[in-house]
């Protein structure tokens, strides 16, 4: 079936505008992560969607990023303002409820400028 | 602080011969442990994991040991073959009794399998 996907692959913005990074999770997968990894490190966890319960937020850096997920599907991640200290690639897993694998989208690699 | 580390930033091993790559930990309450692998513009890949309340796990040419006592994890690849070349993260959960399973991944090891 299909995986986790996520758009765009690439994005390069400006310093200080907003960008939206979309992911599909696969279907089925009621627990939904974002996670983002930073230059030669490891990955860094973000945000946590499971079901209709509200998200765990505590790993997002800044009130600059915001997250939501509509349907119990698709999420959607938003970054106001960019700043360079924001490029990384970010990436998206789905999991089981309950199930401790998580499987990876390709990710979207963030440039700021 | 860095709760999770692989110290070997990379290793380069002969095809048909073991790979051992390792990581350690210091939160006590990690209670699942799992190793991905990822290749150049890829998302990781799960590949094995293994529950706190055991020791090993085993699947074909892939071993997980775990030492909770030292806090130390080792993912055993024999015989390893070209095709295992990529970066290998370790990863712990701990759900503190929530439903969150959040994974907090080391740096990663870059493992070359020569041919």
């Known amino acids: 079936g299909a995986g986790v996907s996520q758009s765009p692959s690439n994005k390069v913005t400006e310093k200080g505008k907003d960008v939206e990074l979309r992911c599909d999770p696969i279907s089925g997968h009621t627990a939904l992560y974002w996670y983002r990894q930073s230059l030669g490190q490891g990955l860094e966890f973000l945000i946590y969607f499971q079901g209709n319960s509200a998200p765990d937020k505590s790993g997002l850096p800044s009130d600059r990023f915001s997250a939501e997920r509509t349907g119990g599907s698709v999420s959607t991640l938003t970054i106001q303002r960019t700043q360079q200290e924001d490029s990384a690639v970010y990436l998206c897993a789905s999991s089981l409820e309950g199930n401790y694998e998580q499987y990876f989208g390709p990710g979207t690699r963030l440039t700021v400028t | 602080d860095q709760q999770v580390k692989q110290n070997s930033p990379s290793l380069s091993v002969q095809e048909g011969r073991i790979s051992i790559l390792n990581c350690d930990y210091t939160n006590s309450m990690f209670d699942y442990f799992l190793w991905y692998k990822k290749y150049p513009a890829e998302g990781p890949t799960f590949l094995i994991s293994i529950s706190s309340i055991k020791d090993k796990n085993e699947d074909g040419r892939f071993t997980v040991f775990l030492n909770k006592s030292a806090k130390h994890l080792s993912l055993h690849i024999v015989p390893s073959q070209p095709g295992d070349s990529a970066v290998y993260f370790c990863?712990?959960?701990?759900?503190?009794?929530?439903?969150?399973?959040?994974?907090?991944f080391g740096k990663g090891t870059l493992l070359t399998v020569n041919p």
């Open positions: 990863a712990a959960s701990d759900r503190g009794g929530g439903s969150n399973y959040k994974l907090t």
